[in-house]
């Protein structure tokens, strides 16, 4: 079965400067997607960003970027230029390239600093 | 755009009480997902359906069946409720195959008193 780790339970950044949160993962297959997920005090589920397995070149979207290391199971999720709007919890997810379900890490709480 | 629709978004029922929450997937999305969030804890897996046919299943208990229907709307039904299924329930959509994004509706929150 496939997991997925947020070693950081929770993690703070000043306004405007730049925030990695990390993710690893555990798989035994070559064929998968990883995702981001943002979820504010709304509790509502944004996706973020995502990036398929098979693509060597890093997903980016405005602010946010990953760094996917395949070998190494890793899936980290940069945010550059944080905002206030970003603070919330934030989950890694994996999803099999054959399968329907989410697995999701345990989250890392977010919060940003004026 | 449209964005998946849940209904209520909130209950309260009490102990042995049945629920059906509602899910409205995104117009053309064939597949639906239900999660079960906890206090605290991240979202688990219940069930999907892709074109009205289960297509996964995850940790759901038996006192709850779903099914999706022609429209595609789907029912998430919990029979003999227990204090631990207080939690926040989660739909999502998809379209099947295409970029395997799942969109997730805002949630329904179940209290059990």
């Known amino acids: 079965a496939q997991t997925v780790t947020q070693s950081q339970p929770e993690m703070s950044v000043q306004e405007a400067e730049t925030v990695t949160l990390s993710c690893t993962y555990d798989?035994?297959?070559?064929?998968?997607?990883l995702f981001w997920y943002k979820q504010p005090p709304s509790r509502q589920m944004i996706l973020v960003i995502r990036?398929?397995?098979?693509?060597?070149q890093n997903a980016t979207e405005n602010r946010f970027s990953v760094n996917f290391q395949k070998a190494a199971k890793s899936f980290s999720l940069k945010i550059s230029d944080s905002q206030l709007g970003d603070a919330a919890m934030y989950f890694c997810?994996?999803?099999?390239?054959?399968?329907?379900?989410?697995?999701f890490g345990a989250g890392t709480i977010l919060r940003v600093k004026s | 755009a449209a964005g998946v629709i849940q209904s209520p978004r909130h209950l309260i029922k009490e102990k042995r009480e049945t629920a059906t929450l509602k899910c409205y997937p995104i117009?053309?999305?064939?597949?639906v997902y239900w999660y079960q969030q906890g206090p605290g804890q991240d979202p688990q897996f219940l069930i999907s359906?892709?074109?009205?046919?289960?297509?996964d299943k995850g940790s759901i208990p038996d006192r709850f069946s779903a099914q999706q229907f022609s429209d595609y709307h789907s029912e998430l039904n919990m029979s003999s409720l227990e204090l631990g299924d207080s939690a926040l329930y989660f739909c999502?959509?998809?379209?099947?195959?295409?970029?395997?994004?799942?969109?997730f509706g805002p949630g329904t929150r179940l209290t059990v008193t």
């Open positions: 990036q398929e397995a098979y693509k060597q």
């Open positions: 798989t035994s297959e070559s064929d998968y997607y």
């Open positions: 997810a994996y999803r099999s390239a054959n399968g329907n379900k989410l697995v």
């Open positions: 999502a959509s998809s379209v099947a195959g295409v970029k395997n994004e799942q969109y």
């Open positions: 117009p053309r999305h064939d597949t």
């Open positions: 359906f892709y074109e009205k046919m289960q297509s």
